[in-house]
């Protein structure tokens, strides 16, 4: 594979090669590729390109299944890499997939950057009911919720979160942020959010700029 041609490793996981993948994640970090680098233009990329056969109707759940355990493979490879030798609490974050909503794979990957850059995250996991956020985040002290939705009809139990912040009496004190695919900062805006995340990357931008307002 070329240096920072990350095509093979992205199609070995959207053909659910966990194998393939298991090597070429070895061979790139063998090259001294960074491991930020091969998560996001190559493991991310191939489950977003299966995505686009679902919506085709070119591929079904199965293919989805085994294209994530592939991605997977090659997390296990990253993740030990991508924590911090120094890492301090910069502060700590609530996170999970609103009620309603199964997907998981890209609040994963943001509580994995959360983590590895300094913040403590706690996971509330998926389908998880806006009381629920507010009473993690009372038990857990949280600076920050954030909130994961996939689905444009889960996308309403973003604001129920805000407003279950708002009657335990933390909003003020906790701050917000959302993403998934369907979110957009507009959408953010419109519900009193404090925060957006495109991507896993942005979103430790946007938990630092949050901490430090
Ligand atoms: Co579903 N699904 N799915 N799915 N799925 C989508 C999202 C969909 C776009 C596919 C499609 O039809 N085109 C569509 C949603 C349409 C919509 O409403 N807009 C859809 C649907 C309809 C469904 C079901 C209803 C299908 C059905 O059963 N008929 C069903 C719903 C289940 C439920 O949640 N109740 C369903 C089920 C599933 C699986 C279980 C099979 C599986 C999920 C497995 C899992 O998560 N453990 C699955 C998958 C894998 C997908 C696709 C193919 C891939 C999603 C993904 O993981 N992408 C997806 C199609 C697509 O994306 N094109 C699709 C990779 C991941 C890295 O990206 O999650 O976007 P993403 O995360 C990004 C950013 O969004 C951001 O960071 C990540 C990258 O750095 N981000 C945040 C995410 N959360 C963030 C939070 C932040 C900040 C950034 O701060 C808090």
Redesign the pocket.
């Known amino acids: 594979m070329a240096a920072n041609d990350f095509t093979v490793l992205s199609k070995a996981v959207e053909t659910g090669d966990d194998k393939k993948v298991v090597e070429l994640v070895k061979q790139e970090l063998a090259k001294g590729t960074s491991p930020i680098d091969i998560m996001?233009k190559g493991l991310?990329p191939g489950?977003?390109a299966?995505?686009?056969l679902?919506?085709d109707g070119q591929v079904y759940?199965p293919e989805?299944?085994i294209s994530?355990r592939a991605m997977d493979r090659g997390m296990e490879l990253l993740k030990p890499l991508l924590k911090g030798k120094d890492i301090h609490n910069k502060g700590t974050v609530v996170?999970g997939?609103v009620e309603?909503?199964?997907?998981?794979?890209?609040?994963n990957?943001?509580k994995m950057m959360l983590e590895s850059n300094g913040f403590k995250v706690v996971d509330v996991g998926?389908?998880v009911p806006a009381t629920t956020f507010a009473k993690a985040a009372k038990d857990n002290n949280a600076n920050i919720v954030?909130?994961?939705?996939?689905?444009?009809?889960?996308m309403p139990e973003m604001p129920k979160v805000i407003e279950a912040l708002k009657a335990a009496g933390l909003k003020g004190k906790v701050k917000c942020?959302?993403?998934?695919?369907?979110?957009t900062r507009e959408y953010a805006n419109s519900i009193g959010c404090e925060?957006f995340?495109?991507?896993?990357?942005?979103?430790v931008d946007?938990a630092s700029r949050l901490m430090a307002a």
Do not use: N, R, W, Y
């Not at 942020?177 to 979110?183: H, L, R, S, T």
């Not at 995340?197 to 979103?203: G, L, R, T, V």
């Open positions: 996001e991310v489950v977003q299966l995505g686009q679902f919506k759940l989805i299944l994530v996170l997939s309603g909503d199964l997907h998981d794979i890209g609040k990957l943001v998926v389908d954030a909130m994961s939705s996939l689905l444009t009809i889960t942020i959302v993403g998934g695919a369907p979110v925060g995340a495109e991507d896993c990357a942005s979103a946007e």
